[in-house]
């Protein structure tokens, strides 16, 4: 996508209902995204499914869950769940008889990862086998979940597999240099993305977060002809990310977190939504900003983009609940520390000529600088040492707000089909909010 489609108006559309079925195509672990948008489709009295990623037994093959494990993930999810692994990407997936990416990669290490080679061959031999197995099992899970499924009814598929790093004992420590590291400790993003090891992660992520949407809209096409024919209809939405806008200088700017390496599956993501709308296909990438949740925490910096929310709340017409928010956000400070000076930090941040470099949309994801890590991970920590409690952070409370606001816009936002990619900025969110809680 080159061209940036924000989310202006908070859409009204009512289309869920009892009765209408919504299914989570991804499995729900922790605090992220998709819990806002459960509590919609729960709060709309809608049946909820759900699939398995699967486990690794101790021979690292895929397998369903066990009793113990089904109910849990039932009780967490409100909902049934189909057990059919459906493990995303191919890091682990090999011809019969032959290695896996993972085992190929076993012996990188932190001094030989920039000049290892991968047998290119091989590894799409690999990729091959991990799409077979995905979209085979995409088909079963898609026929079990058919007949749960009445005529006439409006179906919400909610796809959120995202991720596809492999499990290598060497890339904890590259990671931590190219997203945490500054000074001595700093790695060039650019240097992952140029060896052997990048593209093949990048190849991983494009199969986890942007390919398995085609492969939902694709496994589900009978489930959607036959709701459609009877009167119904089907919506699909993504999670993705390419940068928000926030308050800057009093305007609505767009930013990013750099270096965001998922960025190019995500505009892949977006691609997929894009072809699939335009074979009338109702399919949603919703890019929402930056929020910390467990598989962000990786990416020091990503948080300090949510401060400016706090400033939102206020511009976009809060009234009390928007001062309490505030409150509780001081209250998190050490005592003597005030937010004012916490978001002066932030704006001086924003304004400088190194962050401010970063803002270029058509250049978007950039590769990370020494510069630009010194003044965003150092802001971070310093940030984090203003707090009472390191466990019990302003950024903690302000994604939990930004998850409240994007439920109700992602699911009524599908309902009302505005576009195949959309922008949930500050704005909207903290107007959503605002609405969602009026003096």
Known sequence: MSELTSLRHIPKTNLFKKGDVFVL?????????????????????????????????????????????????????????????????????????????????????????????LDWAKIEACRAAGVKRFTDSAAIVMAEIDKLIPDGANVFFAHTMAGGIPKIKAFLAIANRIYKGRGERFMSSRALLDSDLGKLILMNFDEVTANTLGYLISASAAIRARVTATGGSARYTAY????????????????????????????????????????????TVFNCPEIRT???????????????????????????????????????????????????????????????????????????????????????????????????????????????????LMFHGAAEQIGPVLWLNHDIIARQLNALHPD
């Open 25 to 117: 195509f991804g499995e729900l672990f922790g605090r992220g995204y998709v819990n806002g948008l459960i509590d919609e489709a729960r709060a709309a009295g809608m049946t909820i499914v759900g699939i398995t990623v699967g486990r690794r037994d101790e021979n690292n093959a895929l397998r369903g869950l066990n009793a113990e494990e089904l109910a849990e993930a039932e009780e967490k999810l409100g909902g049934k769940i189909i057990n059919v692994p459906m493990m995303a990407g191919f890091d682990m997936d090999a011809p019969a008889g032959e290695q896996n990416p993972t085992e190929m990669l076993s012996g990188i290490t932190l001094k030989s990862w920039q000049e290892d080679k």
């Open 294 to 408: 467990n598989s962000s925490d990786i990416f020091v910096g990503v948080e300090l983009p949510l401060f400016p929310l706090l400033n939102a709340l206020k511009r976009e017409n809060g009234g009390k609940w928007a001062q309490q928010q505030w409150d509780a956000c001081q209250a998190l400070l050490e005592d003597g520390v005030q937010l004012q000076t916490l978001l002066d930090l932030i704006e001086s941040y924003n304004n400088n000529d190194t962050s401010a470099a970063f803002r270029n949309f058509g250049a978007w994801p950039m590769d990370n600088t020494p510069a630009l890590a010194d003044v965003m991970i150092g802001l971070s920590e310093e940030i984090t040492k203003m707090h009472k409690d390191k466990k019990a952070l302003i950024t903690d409370h302000l994604s939990s707000l930004v998850l409240e606001g994007a439920g109700p």
């Open 240 to 283: 993705g990310y390419h940068g928000t806008e926030i308050l800057i200088d009093g305007k609505y700017q767009w930013q990013t977190y750099t270096n965001y390496t998922q960025g190019y599956a995500k505009m892949r993501l977006e691609s997929v939504a894009s072809a699939a709308w335009a074979q009338g296909v109702y399919a």
